[in-house]
C-alpha cells in the first residue's frame, strides 16, 4: 500500500498536471524501495516483540520460532534498514538535498522504538505510527516539490503539497483509529504481555467509545470537503459518497454495536479499505481539474 500511494502521488497527480518535479522514474524507484525496507524492517521488528502477544491474540500468525528463527528474523531487520538508509542517502543525494538523508535513520529509529517500547504506551504508539505512515506519504511531497521550488513556481508547488498533506492527513487519522481499534481486539494478548494500551487503561467499552466519538473527525471534514469542492464533479462525488464516506458511517454502526474479537478484526479491515479507497481517488483528479 505504501508503494502504491507514493506511485499514485507520482504519476497520478503530479505528472498529469505537468508539476515541475525533482525525481525521475529511477528516483521515484529509489525512494519507494527505501520507504518499503524499512517499513519491512519494522514489521520485523515488531513481530520480534510480539511474539508473546500473538501467541495469545493470532497464534496462526506467528511465524518467529517457527518458519524462522529470531536471530534470522533480526538479521532481516538489521539488513533491511541498512538499504533502506543507503537507499534513502542514494536518492537524497539524486535530488541535491542530503539534509532529507536523515528521514530515513529518524525513521527506521522510531520503528525500532515504537516496537520495543512505545507500542505498550497508550496512545503514544498509536499516534507515533499513525504519523510514519502519513510521512511515507508527505515525504514523496518533500522530495519531489522542495528541490525544484522556484520564485516562479512557488504557488504551484505549494498547492500540490497541501493536497498531499490533505492525504497524508487522511492516513493518520484512518491509521490511528484502526490502531485503537486493533489494541482492543489484542487486549487480552497485550494485558498478558504487560503492555499499557488504551483499552487496558480505560477499557475495552470505553476505548471503543472513543473511536465511536473520533470516527467523526475524518466523517465530518470529508463530508465537508465533499460539499464545497466536489459537489460539481459527479464522478468524484459518487466515488466519495459509496467509497470513504458510506463505509466511514458504516464503521460508526459497528463500533456501536461491536462486542467480539471478530467485530473488531471486521471494523479494522474495513478501515483499511477506506484508507486504500481514499488512497485511489487521486486517480480521480484529471477528471476534477
Known sequence: MIALMQLLIKYALLEPFGVQTALDSLGIALL?????????????????????????????????????????????????????????FCVSHYVGQSAFFSIFIVISGLLYIYASYLKGIALIGNILISVLVATSILVVGLFELTPSLTEVNKTVQITFFKIIFDYALFAFMINLLREIVKDVEDVDGDYKAGLNTLPIIIGRERAKNLVFVLNFIPLGLIIIYTINHLYKQQLSLIYFLILVIAPLIYNSIKLFQAKSKQDFNHISRVYKLIMLFGMLSLLLYTFRI
Open 32 to 88: 519507494i524501495l527505501a520507504t518499503i525496507c524499512i517499513a519491512a524492517g519494522g514489521n520485523i521488528i515488531n513481530d520480534i516483540y510480539d511474539v508473546e502477544t500473538d501467541g495469545v491474540n493470532k497464534p496462526e500468525k506467528v511465524n518467529i520460532g517457527k518458519s524462522i528463527s529470531e536471530k534470522t528474523a533480526f538479521n532481516l531487520f538489521i539488513g533491511l534498514n541498512i538499504i533502506g538508509v543507503v537507499l534513502g
